[in-house]
Structure formats: C-alpha cells, structure tokens
C-alpha cells in the first residue's frame, strides 16, 4: 500500500510538472506575440500551429507539418482584413462580425471533440500524441486558468464572420471561429477590442 501511496505521489508531481512546463511555455509564447493595435493598424495573428512550433521540445524538422493545425485555430487581424482558421476576409468584402456566446463551446466536452479532430488532421505525422497532449494542455490553460472561465458561463465574443463571397448561389457566407481561436480571444481581451474597434471602424461591427 506504501508502495502505491508513493506511486500515486509520483503521478501527481509528474502532472503537476509537465501543466508548469506548458503554462510557463505558453506564457512566453504569449508574451512573444503581444497584442494587436486598437484599432489594428499592422497584420496581426495568434495560430495553433505556430504557437506549438515555438515548444523547446518540437524537432525542428516538424515545425512545417505542425503548421497545419492553423486551419483549426488562428485569429487574424489588420488593416487590409479579419481572419479566423483557414478563413480570411477582406474589410471590403466583411458584412458583419457578430458575437457569439462563447461559454457554450469552451466546455471539457467540446475540448474533447476538438482533440480529436486535430488528432486526425496530424494523422501520419510523428509525435502526433505529444502534439496533441500539448495543444490539450494549452487550450485548458487558456480557458480555465487564463481567461478563468467556469462551466455554464456567458460569455460573448466577436468572433463571427460574415462576407460576401462572391457565389451565384451563396452570395453572403458566415464563418464562426474555432474552438482555439475563441480559447484564443477568451484569454486575450486586447485581442477583442482590437478585432471589436477595427471591425467598427470599417463599419461592419454587428
């Protein structure tokens, strides 16, 4: 039962180790990137993939195939135009970004369906259940310890896109942000009034 008890010990530290470990990567990483202009006057952007290019312990020799993962979390902003994911806007062509409640997708649940999904995007490429583990790691930090959102919570962020994209049949399209990139804007409130003041200034604030 000694035996067990020191077990579980070990457990605990090596937890407890490896969240200091990506809480204190993610912080620097973080302080790296910086904010955007209010309103943004340079482009901007935060991204899943180039976030955990920065980990001391990522080979370098997959900091390019990591890469894809900006597909399933970035947020872009700047003069010229709004991003989210694999989806840029020009302001010319923006019609409106909205809020959405946040809260109801930052859960441990939707986290979950997230990981698996980046699990499949990185199928094939080496490391993919470190990478994944740490991208879990970050997204907790963000959400729960870093913008300290609670189950159940309220919480509006601009971070609904509509455009026009120019189709016969879709002329007007709406592209809501990822589960990353509005972990990305929960954590970041200078990355919402930037993306609030820039989207106003163009007009196109809803």
Do not use: N
């Not at 910086?34 to 370098?60: C, F, I, K, N, Q």
């Not at 135009?81 to 970004?97: H, N």
Request: charged share 25%; hydrophobic share 45%.
């Amino acid at each position: 039962m000694r035996a067990l008890g020191k077990a579980a010990d070990r457990l605990r530290t090596a937890v407890t180790t490896a969240e200091e470990d990506v809480a204190a990567w993610a912080e620097a990483a973080f302080e790296r990137i910086g904010t955007p202009e209010t309103p943004a006057t340079e482009p901007w952007e935060v991204s899943l993939g180039a976030l955990l290019a920065t980990h001391p312990r990522l080979p370098t020799r997959l900091h390019g195939p990591i890469r894809v993962l900006d597909r399933f979390g970035a947020v872009r902003v700047g003069p010229d135009g709004i991003g989210f994911d694999a989806v840029d806007v020009p302001w010319g062509k923006a019609e409106g970004l909205h809020q959405v409640d946040a809260g109801r997708i930052l859960t441990r649940k939707m986290i979950d369906r997230c990981l698996d999904q980046l699990r499949s995007a990185l199928l094939g490429v080496p490391g993919r259940d470190w990478a994944v583990s740490q991208v879990a790691e970050l997204l907790t930090w963000l959400v729960y310890d870093r913008a300290g959102l609670c189950e159940g919570t309220e919480l509006m962020l601009p971070a609904e896109i509509t455009y026009k994209s120019g189709g016969l049949v879709a002329p007007t399209r709406t592209h809501t942000a990822s589960l990353p990139a509005l972990a990305f804007l929960a954590a970041s409130p200078e990355t919402v009034r930037s993306l609030t003041a820039t989207a106003e200034a163009r007009g196109v604030l809803a």
